[in-house]
């Protein structure tokens, strides 16, 4: 499944290449996703724009812009403003107050188990699994690849702190929000494996299977201990070693295992550097015994019974 390094390696792959270009076609191979793709897609998307791309937890939410009397050709999005030759208006994701550039909606996208989003382009014939494309002016297409079909594309026409599979989320692992202090207050009372806890999008959004194994290696924690038996010391290197893997597997282009390539198409490195992930039965790198599976959470599990404690 393409976790939180995925989805931001795949979030800037394609943003400079959609971000502020016009949509003129839909494309729709397959609708029958995990939710359905909406049926007036189309109609919502064709002559408008794209925003600035955002990633939330696993979810990249792409803001479809319309200009009342049209948008210059030139209008593209520089962070939290739009410029454009007829001047800039601040906060393109809300409407502007001066009948130029306002948001219609929002596109959730989703990459469920083995979804991807890349660039292609005009002439470039579709493989099988490719389910949606948006063709955007100058002959690019944001083409949506889902084999197994457990991911989806919806469309918000609220603000996202409206729909629940948002709202309800915790903080980003990377931002000052996450920290040794909150996995220790959350985590008081709790009998329940530290490796489930650590992968509870209440928690912290984006930690998934792999980053959590490596993450509780680098931290010297065994997934089995109770969450509520670990110290507030120990909770910050916990947290600290969450942001590094995080930080370099992002450097790194994500993880791929299986299906996952980023927005332009290439693999991502960040296997090369797993310690314990997918490596039961063998030497563990720091101190040469054998790495032991277990199953937390019905999930899978590998760990140091020396390194980690």
Known sequence: MPELPEVETT??????HVQGREIREVLVRQSRLRVPVPEDLADRLIGARL??????AKYLLLPVLSGEGGESAESVEIGET????????TGASRADDGGGVREKGTLLWHLGMSGSLRIARLGELPRKHDHVDLVLEDGVILRYHDPRRFGFVDWLRDD????????????????????????YALSR??????????MDNAVVVGVGNIYASEALFLAGIDPRRAAGRIGRER????????????AAAITQGGTTLRDFVSGTGEPGYFAQRLNVYGRAGAPCRR???????????QRASVFCPRCQR
């Open 11 to 16: 979030r800037r792959g394609i943003a400079p």
């Open 51 to 56: 925003g600035e791309i955002r990633r939330r």
């Open 82 to 89: 739009v410029a454009s030759t007829e001047g800039t208006c």
């Open 160 to 183: 996202e702190a409206h729909d629940t599979r948002l709202s309800r989320l915790g903080p980003e692992p990377l931002s000052q929000a996450f920290d040794g202090a909150r996995l």
């Open 189 to 198: 009372g709790r009998q329940a494996a530290v490796k489930p806890f650590l």
């Open 235 to 246: 909770y910050d290197r916990l947290a600290a070693a969450a942001k590094e893997v995080l």
């Open 287 to 297: 101190c040469g015994g054998e790495l032991k599976h277990v199953t937390l959470g």
